[in-house]
């Protein structure tokens, strides 16, 4: 069936099963393939999107139910290409990320949470991480991440 | 774990969700935010032949208050609508207070209040709360709509007491009566886990600040929710003093049947549930006014 | 010049990770790609009747479907990686893991069919296609009952389930026991976890026929092996394979494992179909499909005399090998070597028995084999400084080897097979450094004898530990001045995250005189770099970091001889710095590193005799031995005395791995480390019911910890530089995971006082249920 989906801004119209996940339809059908996917069970948090602005899983919904709404991915982050926004920097300045995989899901979570709560406590990013597994950094220096993004006002 | 294929249906009314429904029967699942269904599917453990999408049915998304204190959650409400809901903050605190227990914000932002009620995994915290809150469930059918009180409509684990043409429209929850006190604690092996043992309490005083009412549910108890009568029975007249609590918990544990799982071993979980139980009516009767 | 050597510096690769950039396999997208599912075995343990793949093939978007007769001479077990070491009078049998179930499945999700399909969708719809008999039999998966006779046999042929035996000693533990004031006897337990990297593995392979080359896209460790093997399996020339090991999300060790049955097929499908073909693990199958890693039952004993010093310790174990054993005898050696610790023992006697059982294959996991060595070593000493009144701190100084015995040999054959030699090292100022840090005295006399009294039950733990690492054999590195100025640098073993495209960077900027920004670091493409062995016992920075240290000495002296010449100077008259090169003194007459590539491969003329063109050395590091890092943690934990819920209230690391090249990396690695630990000590164990069934396989049941569960972690560092290689660097990779379950156990027995109440904690992983099973008799 037909799909019109709204991915970072542009409008992409496919031919797709119902069945397609949201993910696969964002990496393998649009080729962008920064959102990754870890488990396909809505656990690991790889793949988390902004669905109109809020934090979701896009392995636990299908493309045709993504019809009609805007959907971000870490793609949209960086204002240019070759550039980083303030949060992406403030990731690379903590050394938050390691083999990089769980980090996608986590800018966008993360982005939807400081514009939630732009002066966060420690406690309040560890919460808020909390449904990202990250396997590589013991989560200490994403923590600080977040917080150096908070502090720079990003 | 990709799922099997199915046919995508959007009706726009309850009408059209019902009657799609009647069609396919057993093969047909609805949909509301996915996040239980959609893992299943994942999984190929659920394997529906007809999808019917809920969330472009008229009417099923709006939160209402009635003149008479009660609440109408529409059974395709989000959790975060009803999180982000000042009111309910202020005149069912237990509910926030369990929702915040319930997954994470990226599940919350897609899950239903009616998705987890009508998957009824008796670890989920929300069938223990609407128990303990005496909500009822509005159900649909192509008879029209009948009501049923929370404890008639958990059935067992994954079991309800939806027909296969039903459909859950409403949850309704009654105001909690004038000053009662709430508490949901819960031990979950991670934040956002089902829990290993959770505990809702409703306590209500008196004019001489003894226990007039008092009402007790848990999850991951047994195969269903399960409401705890006879502890609770034993508050009613106490002064909620550490030694009535302390005898209700105890009560408690003989009334539930927790099953066990790979996380916690049955005696764990029934001797958890003393312990939760006690601190979770302590913390109520200090909200009791 | 510009000293990056040492610095904490950001890394190179991050802005493309940041971006959603950077290339993983299963981002790999080529004209024509088909999908791979696999049927795997529902059962343990089961003999394979009759495979149908009728119904499969005939679906509509399949385009083959293989089982194991469909291979014909390509079926071949896997090799043996690492071969058994030349211990005397060991026993070894060699069972490798076979491509697809031939006769009999050894452990659920073995592979016994491969579908290849338009989508990967269509692929698992054909899975419910294939038709399968199968004659179930028992499964063993206990260790001690698949040793029974009568146990079912997990290899027929072999008429036990025993895989190896190896005892190895030193001195006379029997002399040491009689002569002993004490001796403490105990049986420990370690059971089941997994790496779980957040990325699965994958395969992507392309055969092009016009290049007459096979290119594969690898979530491997070591793609330089994988190459090699494929070549001799496909009976293709190394030179007309590529393996890529792309940006990898996350190894931990299994994907070191080699050839997985996936990555045998894969390729072998792509060249037969003749179309590219992938497979992405899916979370479910990595549960079975991927190797695990940790059980093992020790008994061990440790006699000392009156004042606590070690007599000896005997230890005699069991370990869980899994059906298959490629790996040899890497694990329980590890264990074996790793148990003496920071120690003088002056008699050890060990002897282990490796078993084959129903489950998925054990292979190294961070950590390999030396956690369960630490935890027996370090509850022994805790258990007798209690037994004989002594702190639990000061039974451990009495035993450090000394400051002065280095380089120390322990007497017995490790891993590498040559003798486990502590090439450098100093433990008592890491313990001193870490009990200061974490406020030992303070805590012991204050704030536990008040919490106590307010019944709150904090308690504290303190482990040491060494690490063994940067083993050989070698690797290599080729680094080139590029005309653009850019220096690139190719090495052969993979990345995972560990920062090897900014650590080898800095050790090529620090001889270079450049920024590290302009370092180009390729590491994982067999084109790019020809040989070398893999990632693993935490090598990387020791092994290739060396070579690529050589290979820039060697680049500098070129630059500085071209240079010369352009300037008509003496070498020593040059600074190199910032990219360029000038005269002492004359930093505006300079030239770039791009331009003197350029004159270094001059158009006309010739070049001298005896010379290369260019600015470029390809150099190889082999150490003399491995080079061994050490440590010690501590932690302050509350419990909640009813839940036995922990939360852990303080947590440090004092750490020593020689040289440091970049302390933010490190950290990142300890970190991360330890956050594994914590995952291993108290949240993750892979569950089995009676027929060898995985019973939580998934990642809401397999419990990985989450930023609420790692608490902050604080460090510190001694260095005591490795004599054994040009950067005097040790290895950092796996000294966080290493040691946090024996601190769990400490520091939770500790803060229940469980010894006053006769209670002690022997096994791993624990959790609130078993330790309230524990603590109420169970
Ligand atoms: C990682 C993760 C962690 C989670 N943790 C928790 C947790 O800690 N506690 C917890 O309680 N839950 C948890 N959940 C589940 C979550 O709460 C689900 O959102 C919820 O259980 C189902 O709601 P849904 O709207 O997504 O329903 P769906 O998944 O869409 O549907 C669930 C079932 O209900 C049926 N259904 C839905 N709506 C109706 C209707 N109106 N009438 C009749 N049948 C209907 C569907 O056919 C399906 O069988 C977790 C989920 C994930 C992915
Ligand atoms: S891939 Fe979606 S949460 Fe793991
Ligand atoms: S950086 Fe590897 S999983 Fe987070």
Redesign the interface.
């Known amino acids: 069936?037909k799909v019109r989906v709204t991915v970072n801004g542009v409008a992409h119209e496919r031919e797709v099963?119902?069945?397609l996940?949201l993910s696969?339809f964002l990496r393998h059908e649009i080729g962008l393939t920064g959102t990754h996917v870890g488990c396909?069970?809505?656990v690991c948090?790889a793949c988390?999107i902004l669905?109109d602005g809020?934090?979701?899983?896009a392995?636990?919904?299908?493309a045709?139910?993504a019809e009609g709404h805007d959907i971000r991915t870490v793609e949209s982050l960086a204002p240019a290409p070759g550039q980083l926004n303030a949060l992406q920097q403030a990731f690379q300045d903590s050394h938050a990320l390691q083999c990089g995989y769980c980090t996608p899901g986590i800018l966008m979570?993360m982005t939807?949470?400081l514009a939630e709560n732009p002066k966060p406590s420690e406690e309040e990013v560890r919460?808020?991480l909390?449904?990202n597994l990250c396997r590589c950094t013991g989560y200490q220096h994403i923590v600080d991440a977040v917080l150096l993004a908070a502090e720079r006002g990003a | 774990?990709?799922?099997?294929?199915?046919?995508?249906q959007?009706p726009e009314t309850v009408e059209a969700a019902l009657a799609l429904k009647s069609v396919h029967g057993d093969g047909a699942r609805f949909i509301a935010g996915?996040?239980s269904l959609?893992?299943a599917?994942?999984?190929?453990v659920a394997q529906p032949g007809v999808?019917i999408?809920l969330?472009r049915v008229a009417g099923l998304d709006s939160l209402a208050w009635s003149p008479d204190g009660s609440l109408r959650i529409g059974a395709m409400v989000r959790y975060?609508a009803i999180e982000r809901d000042a009111e309910v903050a202020r005149h069912l605190p237990l509910i926030l207070e369990a929702l915040a227990e319930v997954?994470?914000?990226?599940?919350r932002?897609?899950g239903t209040l009616g998705g987890n009620l009508c998957h009824a995994d008796p670890a989920s915290e929300m069938p223990a709360v609407m128990l303990a809150l005496q909500a009822r469930m509005e159900v649909r059918g192509p008879g029209g709509t009948r009501i049923l009180p929370a404890a008639d409509f958990f059935l067992g684990p994954l079991t309800t007491a939806l027909a296969e043409d039903e459909m859950l429209a409403a949850i309704m929850v009654p105001p909690l009566p004038a000053g009662a006190g709430t508490a949901f604690l819960e031990?979950a092996?991670?934040?956002?886990?089902?829990a290993?043992m959770g505990v809702a309490a409703v306590l209500r005083r008196d004019g001489a600040g003894r226990c007039a009412e008092a009402r007790l549910a848990f999850c991951s108890a047994g195969p269903t929710p399960m409401a705890a009568p006879g502890a609770a029975a034993l508050l009613v007249g106490t002064a909620l003093a550490a030694a009535d609590i302390a005898a209700a918990a105890e009560a408690a544990k003989a009334e539930i049947e927790p099953m066990g799982s790979?996380?916690?071993?049955p005696?764990?979980q029934r001797?958890?549930a003393g312990?939760?139980a006690a601190r979770a009516l302590t913390l109520a009767a200090e909200r009791a006014a | 010049m510009t000293h990056s050597f040492g610095k904490p510096l950001t890394r190179n690769e991050d802005p493309r990770l940041l971006r959603g950039e950077a290339l993983f396999v299963d981002d790999v997208e080529l004209p024509g790609l088909l999908h791979v599912a696999f049927l795997r075995s529902p059962h343990a343990h089961a003999r394979l009747l009759s495979v149908d793949l009728t119904a499969a093939r005939a679906r509509s978007g399949v385009i083959a479907a293989y089982a194991a007769e469909d291979l014909g001479d390509y079926w071949k077990p896997g090799p043996l990686l690492v071969p058994p070491p030349p211990v005397p009078g060991m026993v070894f049998h060699q069972c490798c893991q076979v491509p697809l179930v031939k006769d009999k499945a050894r452990h659920v999700g073995e592979p016994v069919a491969m579908v290849v399909a338009e989508s990967?969708?269509i692929a698992?719809?054909a899975l419910a296609d294939i038709v399968v008999e199968w004659e179930v039999l028992d499964a063993v998966g206990d260790l001690e009952a698949a040793l029974q006779p009568g146990s079912p046999l997990v290899h027929d042929h072999l008429g036990v389930n025993v895989a190896a035996r190896v005892h190895q000693h030193r001195g006379d533990y029997t002399a040491a026991a009689k002569a002993a004031a004490l001796v403490v006897k105990r049986r420990f337990t370690y059971d089941r976890g997994a790496s779980i990297p957040m990325e699965t593995r994958g395969v992507v392979a392309q055969w092009d026929p016009r290049a007459d080359r096979l290119t594969v896209w690898d979530t491997t460790q070591a793609p330089v092996v994988i190459r090699n093997g494929l070549a001799a399996m496909l009976g293709l020339s190394e030179r007309q394979v590529r393996v890529v090991a792309p940006n990898i999300g996350g190894g931990f060790g299994p994907k070191m494992m080699m050839f997985y049955p996936e990555e045998v097929l894969v390729p072998w499908a792509a060249m037969r179909l003749g179309r590219p073909v992938k497979w992405i693990e899916?979370?479910?199958e990595h549960f079975f499909a991927t190797t695990h890693e940790r059980s093992q039952i020790h008994d061990a004993e440790i006699a000392l005399d009156a004042s606590g010093r070690i007599l000896g310790v005997k230890d005699v174990f069991l370990h869980d090998n899994g059906a298959y054993d490629p790996y040899g005898l890497t694990l329980p050696l590890n264990s074996q070597c790793t148990l003496l610790g920071c120690y003088l023992v002056p008699a050890y006697d060990s002897v282990f028995t490796a078993v084959f059982t129903n489950r998925t294959l054990v292979t190294p996991y961070r950590g390999a084999g030396r956690q369960h060595g630490v935890f027996v070593m370090e509850r022994l000493l805790d258990i007798a400084a209690r037994e004989l009144g002594l702190d639990r701190n000061e039974i451990r100084r009495r035993n450090f080897i000394p400051a002065d015995a280095f380089p120390y040999d322990q007497g017995v054959i490790y891993q590498d097979f040559s003798r486990l030699s502590y090439d450098s090292g100093n433990y008592a100022p890491i313990l001193e450094k870490a009990l200061d840090a974490i406020g030992y005295d303070r805590f012991v006399q204050e704030t536990q004898p008040k919490a106590r009294a307010e019944g709150r039950a904090l308690g504290i733990g303190v482990v040491c530990y060494v690490e063994g690492t940067g083993i050989g054999p070698y690797e290599g590195a080729k680094i080139q001045v590029q005309g653009s100025g850019k220096v690139s640098l190719a090495t052969g073993i993979g990345s995972q995250g560990q920062g090897h495209a900014t650590a080898f960077a800095q050790v090529v900027a620090e001889q270079l005189g450049v920024d590290i920004r302009d370092v180009e670091v390729t590491t994982g493409d067999t084109d790019q770099f020809y040989w070398g062995v893999g990632t693993f016992a935490s090598r990387g920075a020791v092994v290739a970091g060396s070579a690529t240290h050589e290979a820039a000495k060697v680049v500098r002296q070129k630059i500085l001889k071209t240079a010369a010449r352009h300037f008509e100077c003496a070498e020593e008259d040059l600074v190199l710095a910032d990219g360029k090169v000038h005269v002492v003194g004359v930093p505006d007459h300079s030239i770039t590193l791009g331009a003197l590539a350029g004159l270094a491969n001059p158009m006309r003329g010739a070049v001298t005799p005896g010379t290369e063109p260019g600015l470029e050395a390809t150099s190889y590091f082999g150490p003399a031995g491995g080079a061994t890092a050490s440590g010690a943690h501590a932690m302050i934990v509350e419990v909640d005395p009813?839940?036995l819920?922990p939360t852990i209230l303080d947590y440090v690391v004092v750490h020593d791995c020689g040289t440091v090249i970049n302390p933010l990396i490190l950290a990142g690695q300890i970190q991360g480390g330890v956050a594994q630990g914590i995952g291993n000590a108290f949240?993750e164990q892979l569950?089995w019911d009676e027929q060898g069934q995985l019973?939580?396989a998934?990642l809401?049941?397999y419990?990985l910890?989450?930023a609420?569960?790692v608490p902050r972690m604080r460090l510190d560092h001694t260095v005591t530089p490795s004599p054994l290689n040009p950067l005097g660097v040790k290895g950092a990779g796996e000294a966080g995971a290493i040691p946090v379950g024996a601190l769990f156990a400490q520091a939770l027995e500790d803060a229940l006082d469980l010894p006053a109440k006769g209670i002690e904690i022997l096994e791993m992983p624990l959790?609130?249920?078993r330790l309230?099973?524990i603590t109420n008799g169970g």
Not at chain 1, 54 to 57: F, L, V
Not at chain 1, 59 to 62: E, G, M, R, S, Y
Not at chain 2, 103 to 107: E, R
């Open positions: 069936m099963e119902p069945r996940l696969d396909e069970h809505g948090g988390t669905w809020e934090p979701a899983r392995c636990l919904a299908f045709v139910q979570t939807a949470f919460h808020a909390s449904g | 774990m990709k799922p099997a294929p199915f046919d995508w959007a996915g996040q959609v893992p599917m994942n999984f190929r999808l999408d969330s975060r997954a994470h914000p990226q599940i932002t897609r031990l092996r991670r934040r956002g886990d089902y290993m790979v996380q916690a071993s005696a764990y001797h958890l312990v939760l | 990967r969708y698992e719809d899916d979370r479910l009813l839940t819920r949240f569950h019973m939580n998934s809401a049941d419990l910890p989450t609420l569960d959790s609130p249920s309230w099973e």
